[in-house]
Nanobody
Framework: QVQLVESGGGLVQPGGSLRLSCAASGIIFSYYTMGWFRQNPGKQRDLVAIIAVSGRTVYADSVKGRFTISRDNAKNTVYLEMNSLKPEATAVYFC???????????WGQGTQVAVSS
């Protein structure tokens, strides 16, 4: 059974930084593309960043140059380093794991990020 547990969210001032973590269990981590998405109430869930098994990364235009996604296959964990945070980054951030062959995906429960002074 796939389990994704996010952590690291919280309240930060504009311009600040946060590091999100997502620990995966129940999967062979190296067979999964990992991603971070975010969502606000009543809005769709949007891609923030993804990282392939190869380490190739893709970012939403709005976060390029400020956010960095990385993965530690030995720890079954994916990270999202967020710098120069803006108020519009406020959202619930969700971790996603997608199998590279079957495309079956799973979601974590989400972690709240609030950027406010």
């Amino acid at each position: 059974q796939v389990q994704l547990v996010e952590s690291g969210g919280g309240l930060v001032q504009p311009g600040g930084s946060l590091r999100l973590s997502c620990a995966a269990s129940g999967i062979i981590f190296s067979y999964y593309t990992m991603g971070w998405f975010r969502q606000n109430p009543g809005k769709q869930r949007d891609l923030v960043a993804i990282i392939a098994v190869s380490g190739r990364t893709v970012y939403a235009d709005s976060v390029k140059g400020r956010f960095t996604i990385s993965r530690d296959n030995a720890k079954n964990t994916v990270y999202l380093e967020m710098n120069s945070l803006k108020p519009e980054a406020t959202a619930v951030y969700f971790c996603n794991a997608q199998h590279i062959v079957t495309r079956a995906g799973s979601w974590g429960q989400g972690t709240q990020v609030a950027v406010s002074s």
